[in-house]
């Protein structure tokens, strides 16, 4: 069930991820949340070494960090946060929110997946994490809102974004560049640019057979 006790206008989004690579849905779900709630801006924040995905290969921070700050050059909005890819060892989301808030003295929210969102127990601090800011969650697959009215959710305020699900993955974009497919539908040109520029995800072994771009998570 959906609790909006607290209006988000003004707010920063923050919106964390891998975005490896970014793309249109990374975008869109920013966008719309950054319309529906009248956020001041939304801070794209690449993760440094995530603690919940494997090592990313042949890939490097600066690369992803590179693709976000080229894709939201148009977008006056939207920034792109260092913190993470700039902190030695592990990024755990509850170090970044803790940093950031202080710089937010018009409040924060943290954009997010509900599949993300669902296995938050997984998390470094899970329960002050919920309790630290608002939450906007971006519908996945499978997952029904009906979850987030059950603890551990019910210490959260959590808003939902008003959007199809997302159907695009950034690891099926990555096995489309590797068999030499082209993605320029689904990711910004400043990031089809960059890959094809810079060799990224060619030499990658394909560890899965070809699937479907539909996948719940947002990459």
């Not at 793309?23 to 009248?38: D, I, P, T, Y």
């Not at 993760?47 to 290969?57: K, V, W």
């Not at 990711?187 to 060799?199: L, S, T, W």
Request: proline share 7%.
């Amino acid at each position: 069930m959906e609790r909006k006790p607290l209006s988000l206008k003004g707010s920063v989004g923050l919106f964390g991820g891998t975005f490896n690579p970014l793309h249109n849905a990374h975008l869109r779900v920013a966008r719309l949340a950054l319309e529906q709630f009248k956020l001041s801006s939304v801070l794209l924040i690449p993760n440094g070494i995530p603690p919940h995905r494997a090592p990313l290969e042949g890939i490097t921070s600066e690369d992803r960090y590179r693709m976000v700050r080229a894709a939201i050059a148009r977008y006056p909005r939207f920034d792109v946060s260092r913190i993470e890819i700039d902190r030695e060892g592990r990024s755990y989301t509850i170090d970044t929110i803790r940093a950031l808030k202080d710089d937010c003295p018009q409040g924060a929210c943290f954009i997010v997946g509900a599949d993300r969102l669902s296995d938050i127990t997984t998390w470094r601090e899970p329960e002050a994490l919920l309790r630290s800011v608002p939450f906007v969650v971006a519908p996945r697959e499978g997952i029904s809102a009906e979850l987030f009215s059950r603890p551990p959710f019910d210490v959260a305020v959590i808003h939902f974004v008003d959007m199809e699900e997302v159907d695009l993955s950034a690891s099926w974009l990555r096995e489309r560049v590797a068999r030499g497919e082209r993605i320029e539908e689904w990711v910004p040109p400043e990031v089809a640019a960059y890959i094809a520029d810079n060799g990224l995800y060619r030499k990658r072994e394909l560890a899965v057979a070809p699937r479907s771009h539909r996948d719940r998570r947002l990459g």
